[in-house]
């Protein structure tokens, strides 16, 4: 059954990403300002929203994981994580490629830019100390609190980076991302890629997830045979 | 409440005993401020806007050396297993870590202050008075913040990598804050000018706080 | 029949995979000692742990006091001394600071008096104000003793207490016990061989592949040697 629904939402998927794609590049207009090159943005923006979104997926993961235990809630939270830390690199990535033809550099420091490198570095920071823990139970316990704190700082973090551009305009190039959408059809477009991308991201999450989920049975069994195993000398 | 004073009494004592952590932060933040001092170009930085940006840079590291060290002062002779036993309840034993680490990073504080003026070109004045506020709001965010995250990542291997690695971009918004704060503050500006730096810095020190006074207990504990 | 101190219901401790403690269930009612007999690495130091809420169990559960040892209050914690291989005293401070400190942790009336009278009791007076770093093995493990039993607990821990200790020590340490014991408190110690304590009734233990069974005499070697050789018909 949970594997019909991973199926299917692969295959919408895959459905949704090649709908987009057409939009993308045949359905809607050229954008007057910055030409062409604007088109990653119905890419990088709907990357933005989903890295941010599983970072709290993370978050409200290990609030569960710390009040009700069982693995499930953590084994939510390290696949949230793992899936989120990918679009977040996409978003950085396609963001990188659209400042490069737009203003000549290969990064600037504008705002959401800025606040989605530190949530990628958050991303790592957590994935990597899951990897330096060498205690099960106790990787669940900390990466559940940090899970909680990087998410609580994040309103934070995009509070103070925007005053902190705000400072400097005349310096760096601030890109209006989504800047009057006034054609409807880029509105259509953005929102097919939106879908396209959530949808992406579900069913990748889920395929992860049901690997952690089958490893933390495994774990169960192998437990249950040393014990019998221990069980057998008694005789 | 009698486990806090207990405890950051302890703590105090040790450290007036041995010393060893208030030099090695006032040590370590002085070299940071030498290195940015060679590390700059000397046409441009100096003034307050670079000296607020040196000053907090040695504030981070050093607070890092701070809070690890402020938790295993507790590792000799299993120390923390006497304390994780006794009726002290984990909230007051996060918040006597968080003061003693507070206390340290304030000492090497006013150590760098010193150093700052030296160094960039200031001067002993007025400023110094309205610098000080707006440090002690971020060490205190830096306390709480390292403290619970240092008793995290004393398990993990590669610690001295972790924490750096996790507190760097939490502290982020504190430190942006905080260095237009004390830019403002040193170069004599209005305290009004930087009332939305504050108001970060402030949000921050909240957050952090009541996060770490939540969650210290799930972090302390072994298995 | 007053309600058990210890309760251990189908208690089980994994590293891992590897099964250290399972299906210990045990008893402890108020006022008894137990002597827990086991080998290196047999789990003695992992039960004290769980049984303390230092550590949580992987299966079943301990109550102390009746109540779940991974949510022991400070109205429990208080009454549990533990002596454990580590000394829990800070190196730095002295004799006498370092008991304050737990009196006062503790919630001891009076802490200095209490550090003065077991200061005495353990025979540490005269180096009541050096640091322990500079301690030999042996006074630190009286100091720590002292550590352990200055808030008079209701419950004592105690692992290998008589390790590392001299003749004097050890008839100390049983002293200690048998104090412990005469005022009320329930005990107990973990050991690699039964423990000669005179006017002790100690319930006796062993840990065997990670369950608890009561302790059997082992039989010694001539006798098992000469059953088996009448086995065989030699």
């Known amino acids: 059954m949970a594997r019909k629904i991973v199926t299917s939402l692969g295959v919408l998927s895959l459905i949704l990403v090649i709908a987009a794609l057409y939009m993308v590049f045949e359905y809607v207009p050229t954008e007057a300002d910055e030409g062409i090159v604007q088109r990653i943005f119905y890419f990088h923006v709907p990357c933005a929203w989903i890295a941010f979104m599983a970072f709290g997926l993370v978050a409200v993961a290990g609030i569960f994981y710390l009040w009700l235990g069982g693995q499930i809630w953590d084994d939510l939270g390290h696949g949230a994580a793992e899936t989120g830390m990918l679009f977040c690199t996409l978003m950085l990535i396609s963001g990188s490629l659209w400042a490069r033809p737009m203003w000549g550099t290969w990064w600037t420091w504008d705002s959401r830019l800025t606040s989605t490198f530190i949530l990628w570095l958050l991303y790592g920071g957590y994935l990597m100390l899951r990897v330096m823990i060498d205690d099960s139970r106790q990787v669940a316990r900390f990466a559940a609190v940090i899970g909680i704190v990087a998410a609580l700082d994040v309103p934070v973090i995009i509070l103070s980076v925007r005053l902190w551009r705000t400072i400097h305009p005349a310096v760096l190039v601030t890109r209006q991302g989504g800047h009057g959408l006034e054609d409807p059809r880029m509105v259509a477009t953005l929102l097919v890629s939106l879908a396209a991308i959530t949808v992406t991201f579900a069913w990748l999450f889920l395929v992860r997830f049901a690997e952690l989920r089958m490893g933390t049975r495994l774990e169960a069994l192998a437990r249950g045979i040393a014990l019998a195993e221990v069980r057998t000398g008694d005789i | ?223 | 029949m007053a309600a058990p101190v210890v309760e251990t219901r189908g208690l089980g401790k994994s590293y891992g995979l590897h099964p250290v403690l399972r299906e210990l269930d045990f008893r402890l009612l108020p006022g008894r000692g137990a002597a827990v007999i086991g080998g290196n690495g047999a789990g003695k130091s992992t039960l004290l742990a769980i049984l303390a809420g230092l550590s949580s169990p992987s299966e079943g559960s301990a109550l102390i006091f009746g109540a779940d040892s991974r949510r022991l209050g400070p109205r429990y914690r208080r009454r549990i001394g533990m002596l454990a291989h580590r000394s829990y005293l800070y190196p730095n401070l002295t004799a006498r600071e370092n008991l304050e400190f737990y009196a006062a942790l503790y919630g001891v009336a009076d802490a200095p008096a209490a550090a003065d009278a077991w200061l005495g009791r353990v025979g540490l007076e005269a180096s009541a104000d050096e640091r322990v770093g500079a301690f030999s093995r042996g006074m630190e493990q009286r100091l720590a003793a002292a550590r352990a039993m200055i808030a008079e607990p209701a419950l004592l821990l105690l692992d290998e207490p008589f390790s590392s200790l001299d003749t004097d020590g050890q008839s100390l340490m049983a002293k200690l016990l048998v104090a412990a014991l005469a005022r009320g408190a329930t005990v107990v110690a973990t050991a690699h061989a039964v423990p000669e304590i005179e006017r002790a009734e100690l319930d006796l233990y062993e840990i065997v592949r990670g369950r608890m069974l009561p302790y059997k005499e082992k039989e010694p070697e001539e006798v098992r040697r000469g059953r088996l050789r009448t086995l065989l018909g030699r």
């Not at chain 2, 405890?7 to 952590?21: A, P, T, V």
């Not at chain 2, 020190?205 to 009541?210: E, I």
Request: with cysteine.
């Open chain 2, 1 to 223: 409440m009698a486990a806090f004073t207990a405890i950051l009494r302890k703590d105090l004592r040790l450290e007036l005993r041995s010393g060893q952590s208030t030099i090695a932060l006032v040590a370590l933040a002085l070299l940071v401020l030498v290195v940015l001092v060679f590390a700059l170009d000397p046409a441009v930085a100096r003034g307050p806007e670079t000296a607020a940006g040196a000053l907090w840079v040695a504030l981070v590291f050093s607070g890092m050396l701070g809070a690890t060290r402020v938790l295993t002062a507790e590792s000799e002779n299993g120390c923390i297993r006497g304390l994780l036993l006794s009726p002290a309840d984990r909230a007051g034993l996060y918040a006597a870590k968080l003061a003693a680490a507070f206390i340290f990073m304030m000492v090497a504080e006013a150590a760098g202050v010193v150093m700052m003026v030296l160094f960039f070109n200031l001067e002993f004045d007025a400023a110094m008075m309205r610098v000080a506020p707006v440090l002690a709001l971020g060490a205190l965010g830096f306390a709480s913040l390292a403290t619970l995250l240092a008793a995290i990542t004393s398990r993990a291997r590669a610690s001295d990598l972790m924490l750096p690695l996790l507190a760097v971009p939490m502290y982020v918004p504190a430190l942006i804050a905080g260095v237009r704060a004390s830019a403002a503050a040193l170069s004599g500006a209005p305290f009004s000018a930087a009332r939305d730096w504050i108001g970060i810095l402030i949000a921050f020190d909240v957050l952090f706080v009541t996060a770490g006074y939540l969650l210290f207990e799930h972090v302390i504990a072994e298995e």
